[in-house]
């Protein structure tokens, strides 16, 4: 990802006829109006991570004084240079994006200003590859540096869902007292020209983590009931009609890489839903997407981000089981056998929620099939991501020869 995401998001923000000044484009022609925002690339336009505003200063410093710590040490210690280098000075950094306009052209900086009611610095979130389910965000400060909200865009048809979804599960979540977890607040959610927007509150992120994340599985069993919970068979549950109508839909999706990968999730998940069809299971929500890069554990709640894949009526322990998959495949551990110990292991991780054991490894196998009918339905498959090809890696644990005769 290099210069012409850079562009491309920019562009979105900045519609015409703002001009851009993109480094390694074109310079624009002719007589340029006034300069209306300027950014500095990080760490450089090849590679773009964050556009950093230059002026004023405290806007600029404000950005990086409040970003999360990134997962990884070398990526903190990146981190912490940029923020001792533009503590000094802009001048290390060389790549710069200019944007030239006249006062009372709509741009996305214009209209949240109108919408928070006050003036506006934006910080670009970039990011890394590009995935089906990309959406610009942007952090947004006040004229003092200090952090007001992010936003987000739904450009297309998934991400317009997406910003949609997760505004309606901000507006639930809100409601519901919870405690344990901290959600973002919803601040606006709307259409801005052609994109869905949502604008949500700022979490302090910048605080120390309480350490070892001993109040996450309180947290997640809290949200797995914030709108109630039912008890049915998998068999007359509405989750089993929904999660079949999505796995049909994959298996007959057109131009994918490897077209058997769909059907033979929809045979393993009707092998599945055949077998544990009579078993009793309790149901509730799960957040969709609760990794560690999606919370940050205080001393008596834990702070959760990232609401777009918020989902009502799945079985109970969705949550504690994605997270446990996500540790396992970040610290190193193969995908395929991370999923297979996720399956053996299932009533350990499900026990907060007062699953029985003897249904933990039905939860654990539902869990595979429903994440991989969303990678198919969001084409992860075309990203070439760890967890892209689910056929090397999900399709074993779920296969027929993996399900007990009867649970």
């Known amino acids: 990802m290099g210069t012409e995401h850079l562009a491309e ?6 519609p015409e006829p703002h001009v851009l000044d993109i480094p390694g484009a074109p310079a624009p022609p002719g007589r340029r109006p006034p300069v209306v925002a300027e950014y500095l690339v990080i760490p450089h336009a090849r590679r773009p991570r964050l556009g950093l505003p230059v002026r004023p ?4 410093l404000g950005a990086l004084r409040h ?3 990134p997962r990884h040490g070398r990526d903190r210690l990146r981190l912490a240079a940029v923020r001792a280098a533009l503590g000094a000075s802009c001048a290390p950094f060389r790549s710069r994006v200019r944007v030239f306009g006249t006062a009372g052209e709509d741009s996305l900086q214009a209209y949240l200003g109108q919408v928070l009611g006050e003036p506006v610095a934006l910080c670009l979130y970039i990011g890394g590859a590009r995935r089906a389910n990309h959406k610009p965000v942007v952090e947004i400060l006040d004229a003092g540096g200090r952090p007001i909200g992010f936003a987000k865009l739904g450009v297309n048809a998934l991400t317009r869902d997406l910003v949609r979804a997760e505004a309606g599960a901000l507006a639930v979540l809100g409601a519901a007292g919870l405690r344990r977890a901290t959600v973002p607040p919803l601040r606006h959610a709307g259409r801005w020209r052609d994109h869905e927007l949502l604008v949500q509150g700022v979490l302090p992120v910048w605080q120390r ?4 994340a001993g109040a996450v599985p309180g947290a997640m069993v809290e949200v797995a009931g914030a709108s109630g919970t039912a008890v049915a068979t998998l068999g007359g549950s509405g989750y089993r009609d929904l999660l079949e109508r999505r796995l049909d839909a994959v298996a007959g999706r057109p131009g994918v890489r490897d077209p058997h990968v769909g059907p033979a999730l929809r045979a393993a998940a009707r092998h599945v839903l055949a077998r544990g069809g009579g078993v009793t299971l309790a149901f509730g929500n799960w957040h969709g997407d609760w990794t560690p890069w999606n919370m940050h554990p205080l001393r008596d709640t834990v702070l959760v981000w990232d609401w777009e894949r918020f989902t009502q009526g799945v079985p109970l322990g969705f949550d504690a089981l994605h997270c446990a998959l996500a540790r396992a495949v970040d610290a190193g551990t193969g995908p395929g056998e991370a999923a297979a110990a996720l399956v053996r292991d299932a009533a350990g991780h499900l026990a907060p929620y007062g699953v029985p054991a003897a249904t933990a490894e039905l939860t654990a196998l539902l869990y595979l099939l429903d994440v991989g009918a969303r990678y198919l339905a969001d084409r992860l498959d075309e990203a070439g991501q760890r967890l892209s090809a689910i056929g090397d ?5 779920v296969r027929p020869a993996q399900v007990p005769a009867r649970w």
């Open 57 to 60: 200063r405290a806007t600029r």
């Open 67 to 69: 970003a999360p710590a």
């Open 9 to 14: 998001l920019v562009r979105l923000l900045y």
């Open 209 to 212: 983590p309480a350490g070892p």
């Open 393 to 397: 890696w999900l399709l074993p644990a």
